[in-house]
Every structure is written in C-alpha cells, then in structure tokens.
C-alpha cells in the first residue's frame, strides 16, 4: 500500500538554525498537510496545501514557518529560525480529496538545542 | 471551528476486557469524524471513519464506533482488547466543506494489563 514517507526521521538543530522537513506525498493525492505533535500534548493542524498554494493556515504557522511543493514530488517544511519551543514531532499528510482520510508519515521528531 | 473533546486521558484496561473510548466533537457545520491510532514511536494510522450512512461504523482490528448527532458523540469500542491494542487513539474532525483541516482531541493512552 502506497504511504507518506518523511525524512529525517531524527533532526538535531541549534536554536535560530534553518531545518528543512521533507515529506513525500502519495503520489495521486491533491491535498497535503502538516501538524505537529509536541511531547504530550495533541496533534495540532499547522498548514494546508492544495493546487500549489496554501489554502489554510493556523496561527502557530507564522513568518518563520513556509512550505513548498519544489517538484512533482517533495512536500516540505521550512522553518526559518528555530526557537526551543519548535521541538516537536512533525507529521506530514496528504489526501485525495475532501471527505476521503488523511494518510500519515511517520514524523519527523525535531530536537531544538 | 470545530473542537474535540477526548474525556479520558488515560483507559488501563485487562486483556480480553471490552473498552469505551470517549469522544465529543463541537461544530457548526457538518463534518467527517475519524479515529486515528499512534503505536510507540509510530505515525497516525486510520482505524475508522464516519462520513455518512449507518452510525455504526467497523474500522480495522476489531474496533468500531457509533456516531450519534444528538449527543455530537463518536466513541470507539472493541468487545475484547489484546495485548497489542496498547497505544495512543485520537478522535478527529473536519467540516465537510472547504479546506479538510483535520482538528484533534487530546488523546487517549490505552493501556492494557495481562
């Protein structure tokens, strides 16, 4: 069964370093996503992407945070300047469209030091 | 905006018990209802969904849930855990129009004691 797979699954960066979470989608799915999941607390909706622009956003995904689809293929994460408080796990998903399930990856779990 | 709302942080249940987890949702519009599953060190896994239909809906290993619109309920049940039914189970929800934003609960720890 075709899945979402996210790289790293590990990320180690200092604060007010760039990280670049990568993700790839499954390949007929029009629709993706990223949430993040910070120790212990809920999973929370950070942004939506469709038709190559973001179509929702949540206020956590603020001017150091972006996203990009560069090709057919990669979805990714951008955070510009990481703070302490960015350490989460990351999950990418996409879908085919409205009503059908959002698949997940497996997380990206970022470590800021 | 829709809001979810999971009772019980924390299920510990013995094996071959049946188990309830709770799950309330507040919303304006219609929306799609979900369970997820995380294992330890794992991403979200779709056990079920309700999108229209029958309010009683099977998902994978043995689970199911009842979606009841007056009490803007969605538990999920099994009849008899195991061992490997340990893990974290989220509710979730999405209006269904516009942007699919999936909105969670808190989670629920299921924990299950031989």
Known sequence: EPEVTQTPSHQVTQMGQEVILRCVPISNHLYFYWYRQILGQKVEFLVSFYNNEISEKSEIF?????????????????????????????????SVGIGSPLHFGNGTRLTVT | AQSVTQ??????????????LRCNYSSSVSVYLF?????????????????????????????????????????????????SDTAEYFCAVTAQQGAQKLVFGQGTRLTINP
């Open chain 1, 62 to 94: 603020d001017d150091q945070f972006s996203v990009e689809r560069p090709d057919g293929s990669n979805f990714t994460l951008k955070i510009r300047s990481t703070k302490l408080e960015d350490s989460a796990m990351y999950f990418c998903a996409s």
């Open chain 2, 7 to 20: 009772l019980d942080s924390q299920v510990p249940v013995f094996e071959e018990a049946p188990v309830e």
């Open chain 2, 35 to 83: 369970w997820y599953v995380q294992y330890p060190n794992q991403g979200l896994q779709l056990l079920l969904k309700y999108l229209s239909g029958s309010t009683l809906v099977k998902g994978i290993n043995g689970f199911e849930a009842e979606f009841n619109k007056s009490q803007t309920s969605f538990h999920l049940r099994k009849p008899s855990v195991h061992i």
